[in-house]
């Protein structure tokens, strides 16, 4: 990559390198499902990267047209909430076969 490449070529780029899993059955397809989304900037989404991590996505449209995009690692909350969710689910089996 280049400076003052653009975000298309950056997305390519990082799909051609596998940094997308979800992106590998249908590459052309999900980037341009990726591009979409960025262009309506429509709110905050979870987006899985390599080595099952995942992020959390917010792209903001500035006053000038460009689009400012935080992302932030939460693939440990993924994996807590994930954790919870299975302990809940052994609680009420087990709570079932109690009686």
Not at 42 to 54: A, D, H, K, N
Not at 72 to 80: F, H, Q
């Amino acid at each position: 990559m280049e400076p003052g490449s653009d975000f298309e070529a950056l997305l390519r780029a990082e799909v051609e390198n596998g940094r997308y899993p979800e992106a590998e059955e249908d590459t052309e397809g999900w980037i341009q499902r990726r591009l979409a989304r960025r262009k309506q900037t429509s709110g905050p989404f979870e987006i899985e990267t390599e080595g099952s991590r995942w992020l959390y996505v917010d792209e903001k449209r500035l006053a000038d047209g460009g689009i400012v995009m935080m992302a932030r690692d939460i693939t440990e909350m993924k994996r807590a909430m994930d954790a919870l969710r299975d302990s809940a689910a052994k609680h009420r089996e087990f709570a079932a076969n109690v009686v």
